[in-house]
């Protein structure tokens, strides 16, 4: 019945990227939670849920190297591309990535 | 047969290099003329810095001259701008009524620079960095003695027309939002490395800095003030700030239009007949500002005007800067991403740094400071997707090392290398001097070889190699020695080389350390960075910038983080005392925020439990308003000092052991040490304050005080040592201070007391604070830091720093949509 054909994101305009500092992360709230947005010492940005694969620590609020962030809980270091803790921890769960594009300076984040 | 009609608009660098490859391919197949804005011939526009700088002149940067046109038979038609294109009709109308037909068109409209809509923008001496004419402006300005020029937009461009200007004689400052210099190019090492050696070239730059007016007199630019108050005087004003396809005729016209003008791979147009080139175009959603995808999307065209089969398929992208004697070439992903990893090369001595970024096993991207000469191959293993597995070991040093070693394994490329190949650079130490050494000395260990050969007894690069040898040379007898423990895997250097460099090498920031220590990773991991940050801290007082994002958490919110997230606040109460009013301030501030755990901790305060992130400011902003301040109870630094009533109350309390510890506490809060310091002072030998297991405590005695450092009771259970016993309560003050000053400057970050202690050896302590002269020195030196640190960063953070840390970047995702 419904024939509307849908992008399958909905995008959000959340801000500009240098809303974010360089080495730092800003989260936004949503109905399923927070998500974090990241922004890496070389000025790319990454988004994930808030919670770390561990015991749901807020990774925004994490020391970010590199392209990793280390959770502030317990210092699991958590892969920002896709989510995935790495070193000793790999393969111990997941937190989901977020679609997140940068157009014009501005981050659009997805709804998928 | 009469030719076809082809016509270009635009007289640059693209639409003349399109005309070439037309004429390579088929010289007379078509009656050609080009119509351009500028009332000039064709000149090399990328060179236009050069000729800011003074090291070219015009004519060097001429491609095409008059003859050229003459020969070819190409009409010119310069200084006149198109205004209309006829698409029914296949007629272009220019300035002046001039209409000529066409058969094929190609629009090489290039592109604008972008002008900040600024107040005062359009003020005399405010100027872009595009064209010829604003070159003349620049160097008419520069002419001026002792004129000043700001330029906004550290980018490639806004750089050279900065260090052009410099060579003009000007005093140039770069204005860049960014805190990273070029970085869509570079990444933050590497931008440091750059901001380092343009100021040495006289090119100042101001960072993460957010242009707000720009400010004249009668007319003329006088200053640039900056959001955060600062008015930087310049008598021109330079925007390089980026560009913006110009698409206005082909938007007029009807075509179709994204950020440029769009086209397929054969550079058409929505309109067949019209192709479009260079910068005013959009390809597979990608504008181009550099010169080499022009050259590649002009081959593509050229081949499809005559009638050849040929696509362009996008560019991969390569920088170079072009200021003299600073070398930075970037290409493709150099910042890494997904699945990609780094390969980190810096040479301290030589200020070079190198990072090349591998996926799937080929190079994705490189960026090169201080040695870009390997820029080229890097760029051509990358483009021509080169499996680089059996070179990775010898790729981060050039082309000419791979080349020589391919093939042989690591230990054997060493074992191969000439007895007069250097392996130490630092002290000039060749392959034969150690082998030799290690043959006839019966050298059997890195340190060994240090001592005697001093080969990798400086910066420690060469580490690894001078490994190998001593391995190739007594092979299984060889035992790779361990070091002293490194910081982190991003380093070699332990602790104390890291804190001694920063002192001897006068290093006061992070890039720096990292550059002159050699990390082998571009920005650090949360094990280093936070100590890093400490040790500049402590090196530099009222100098080093604090750098909040390689703080934990706690540090950088001031506030204890919860298993949920939450935050737990702790204000001072100095010495343990509080009143009446204090503790109703804290009260009205459980009711107001509805915090759900009050709690008494065991450093004589009250902690208030599940504060959430973004009430934060707010619940400091009512205790500050109570005179309350942070209790610093989340810090790498002093927390409380635990006192008894002493001689106030006591019927046995020997001196004033509160006062001492509200004094103690009001003089030394706020200061960071290497890990967590927490003080007591017991009125007497009974010692109700539990001094003897603090990192320092005092004993009250009738005679005086008893010093006692090194207790803990956390992970390990340790009574203290007793340091020293001093007669008045000042001398007491003096000896605690210079204690923490001398553990400050010597501990290793996260090393408590007990354990600084046990390593340095108690009488090492003790002969520090009992030689009065010492005693002073570090005593001062923890006077003057104070004078930074006695700063509340709850009052600060109410008074709206760093707001960004405690709000949400965007509420518009809170609720579900309708």
Not at chain 1, 92 to 107: A, N, S
Not at chain 2, 312 to 336: I, N
């Amino acid at each position: 019945m419904n024939a509307l054909v849908k992008d399958p994101i909905a995008w959000t305009d959340v801000g500009a990227v240098t809303d974010i500092p360089l080495r730092g992360a800003r989260r936004v709230p949503t109905p399923s939670g927070d998500v974090a947005i990241f922004r890496t010492g070389d000025g790319r940005v990454f988004a994930l849920k808030d919670a770390c694969p561990h015991k749901g620590g807020p990774l925004s609020q994490g020391i970010i190297h590199g392209h990793a962030v280390t959770c502030p809980l317990h210092a699991w270091a958590i892969d920002l591309a896709n989510g995935e803790p790495m070193g000793a921890d790999r393969g111990k769960g997941c937190t989901p990535v977020i679609p997140l594009e940068v157009r014009d300076g501005r981050l659009l984040l997805g709804r998928a | 047969m009469t030719k076809e009609r082809l016509i270009i608009v635009g007289n640059g660098m693209a639409g003349c290099r399109a005309v070439q490859e037309v004429l390579k391919r088929d010289p007379d197949r078509y009656e050609i003329a080009i119509f351009g804005a500028e009332p000039r011939v064709n000149y090399d526009r990328i060179m236009l810095s050069p000729v800011l700088a003074g090291e070219k002149r015009f004519e060097d940067i001429v491609i095409n001259d008059e003859a050229w046109y003459r020969d070819n038979g190409i009409t010119l038609h310069a200084g006149r701008a198109v205004e209309a294109i006829d698409r029914e009709a296949r007629v272009v109308r220019a300035e002046g009524g001039l209409e000529l037909a066409y058969d094929r068109l190609i629009l090489a409209t290039g592109s604008d620079s972008i002008r900040l809509p600024l107040p005062g923008a359009d003020l005399k001496g405010v100027v872009t960095f595009r064209d010829l004419d604003d070159v003349d402006a620049m160097i008419a300005a520069a002419a001026k003695p002792g004129a000043r020029a700001v330029v906004i937009g550290g980018g490639l461009l806004g750089i050279e027309a900065a260090y052009g200007l410099v060579r003009r004689g000007m005093a140039a400052t770069v204005v860049h939002l960014v805190d990273v210099l070029m970085e869509r190019q570079l990444d933050a090492s590497a931008g440091f490395l750059l901001a380092s050696a343009l100021a040495e070239k006289g090119v100042d730059t101001e960072l993460g800095a957010v242009s707000e007016e720009i400010v004249g007199a009668e007319g003329h630019v006088a200053g640039l003030k900056l959001k955060d108050g600062r008015t930087l005087p310049c008598d021109l004003l330079v925007m390089a700030v980026g560009i913006r396809p110009n698409a206005a005729l082909a938007r007029a016209s009807g075509l179709e239009v994204g950020r440029g003008v769009v086209v397929d791979d054969r550079m058409r147009t929505s309109d067949p007949r019209i192709s479009a080139v260079g910068e005013c175009v959009e390809h597979r959603g990608q504008c181009y500002g550099l010169v080499a995808p022009i050259w590649e999307m002009c081959k593509a065209l050229g081949a499809d005007l005559t009638g050849a089969d040929a696509a362009y398929e996008g560019s991969v992208l390569s920088t170079r800067l072009k200021v003299s004697g600073v070398d930075v070439f970037s290409a493709g992903k150099f910042s890494g991403g997904e699945g990609c990893e780094d390969i980190v090369f810096r040479d301290a001595g030589r200020g070079v740094y190198k990072r090349v970024v591998l996926e799937n096993g080929r190079v994705a991207g490189a960026v090169l400071f201080g040695d870009a000469a390997d820029g080229a191959w890097y760029f051509d293993l990358m483009r021509q997707s080169v499996e680089v597995a059996d070179i990775r070991e010898t790729l981060i040093f050039g082309q000419s090392v791979t080349e020589g070693l391919r093939g042989l394994d690591p230990s054997a490329a060493v074992a191969a290398l000439a007895d007069d190949a250097e392996i130490c650079g630092c002290n000039g130490v060749c392959k034969g001097a150690i082998t030799g050494a290690i043959v006839s000395e019966g050298l059997k260990s890195l340190e060994e070889v240090r001592a005697v050969t001093k080969a990798s007894a400086s910066c420690g690069s060469c580490t690894p190699l001078v490994e190998k040898l001593l391995m190739a040379t007594l092979g299984d007898a060889f035992q790779a020695q361990i070091g002293p423990k490194p910081v982190c895997g991003c380093t070699h250097h332990g602790h104390e080389e890291t804190r001694r460099r920063i002192i001897a090498d006068g290093l006061k920031s992070m890039p720096a350390v990292m550059q002159a220590l050699e990390w082998t990773t571009p920005d650090g991991c949360a094990s280093c960075r936070p100590a890093l940050n400490y040790y500049l801290l402590c090196a530099w007082p009222g100098e080093y910038r604090d750098d909040k994002q390689s703080r934990f958490i706690n540090e950088r919110v001031h506030a204890n983080i919860q298993k949920d997230g939450t935050y737990s606040v702790v204000p001072r109460m100095w010495g343990g005392l509080t009143s009446a009013d204090e503790l109703r301030a804290i009260a009205d501030v459980v009711d107001k925020f509805q915090i759900p755990t009050v709690k008494v901790t065991g450093g004589q305060r009250i902690d208030l439990l599940g504060v959430k992130k973004d009430d934060l400011p707010a619940v400091w902003a009512d205790l500050n308003a109570a005179g309350m301040v942070s209790g610093h109870a989340y810090a790498k630094g002093l927390r409380t000092v635990k006192t008894c009533v002493g001689s106030d109350w006591c019927r046995f309390g020997t001196q004033d052991s509160t006062g001492l510890g509200v004094r103690l506490e009001k003089f030394m809060w706020g200061s960071w040490t290497p890990a967590k310091v927490k003080l007591a002072v017991s009125g007497c030998p009974r010692n109700c304050a539990e001094a003897t297991c603090k990192d320092i405590g005092v004993v009250c005695v009738d005679s005086g005080y008893e010093i006692h450092v090194g207790g803990a009771a956390g992970l390990h259970i340790q009574g203290t040592q007793l340091l020293t016993k001093v007669v008045t309560e000042e001398e007491a003050l003096w000896t605690i201070c210079a204690i923490t000053q001398a553990y400050r400057e010597q501990g290793w970050y996260l090393e408590r007391i007990y354990k600084w202690m046990a390593r340095v050896g108690l009488e090492s302590i003790k002969a520090q604070v009992e030689d009065p002269e010492t005693r002073r020195a570090l005593y001062d030196r923890f006077a003057y830091s104070q004078r930074f640190a006695r700063i509340d960063p709850w009052a600060e953070r109410v008074a709206g720093r760093h707001t960004e840390e405690f709000n949400p970047l965007s509420r518009r995702m809170e609720f579900a949509p309708a």
